[in-house]
C-alpha cells in the first residue's frame, strides 16, 4: 500500500534533516510549535491540494543579536528559536526549513508560500535580513531566490555536513 503524503512528509524531513540525532536541530515537537506560534502566525505553512501535505515550510523571524551568534556558529538552532522572544519587534528572518514532494519540486511553490509569509510578518515588522543554514543546494539556491525577490541581503551559516 502507496504511504499517504502526510507519511512521505515524514520520512522526506527526517532523512534531509535527521533532528532526532542533532539536539541542536529544531524537532518542531508540541513545544516547538507552541513557541513558533507566540513568534508569529506566519511561521510554519502547509501546502495541501486536499489530499495531505505536499510542502512544508517553516521560518523565524528573531532579532539581529540572534541571527549574528547563529550564523557564527555560536548557538545552535534550537537555542535560536528558545532565546528568540516573542512579541518584540523583529528584524531578521531564518530560512528553517522547505520541505516539497518529489513531484511537486521545481514549481515554484516553496518560494510563492515563503514570500506569502515573510509578507505576513513584514506588515508589523521592518524585516533587514535573511539566514540560513543549508542542508541541500536546493535549499540553498530557494534561499538565494527569495533573498533576490526580497531585495533582502542573505547570511549563511556554514553549509551543513
Known amino acids: ?5 502526510f507519511e512521505r512528509m515524514i520520512q522526506l524531513v527526517t532523512e534531509v534533516f535527521d533532528a532526532k540525532n542533532d539536539p541542536g536541530q529544531i524537532s518542531v515537537t508540541d513545544k516547538d510549535r507552541e513557541k513558533l506560534e507566540q513568534i508569529h502566525k506566519a511561521t510554519m505553512s502547509e501546502v495541501n491540494y486536499g489530499k495531505g501535505p505536499v510542502a512544508w515550510l517553516l521560518i523565524i523571524p528573531t ?3 540572534l ?3 547563529f550564523v557564527s556558529g555560536a548557538i545552535t538552532e534550537q537555542e535560536l528559536l528558545d532565546l528568540t522572544p516573542p512579541n518584540v519587534p523583529y528584524n531578521a528572518i531564518y530560512l528553517c526549513s522547505a520541505s516539497v514532494l ?6 515554484g511553490i516553496a518560494k510563492k508560500t515563503v514570500i506569502k ?11 533587514k535580513a535573511l539566514f540560513v543554514w543549508p542542508f541541500s ?3 540553498d539556491l530557494l534561499a538565494e531566490a527569495l533573498s533576490k525577490s ?3 541581503p542573505l547570511y549563511k551559516r556554514k553549509f551543513h555536513s
Open 117 to 127: 509569509a515573510i509578507e505576513s510578518i513584514r506588515k508589523d515588522n521592518d524585516i
Open 67 to 69: 541571527m549574528n551568534k
Open 102 to 107: 518529489e513531484e511537486y519540486r521545481s514549481k
Open 150 to 152: 526580497l531585495g533582502l
Open 63 to 65: 532579532i539581529t543579536e
Open 1 to 5: 500500500m502507496a504511504l499517504s503524503n
Open 137 to 139: 543546494t536546493e535549499g
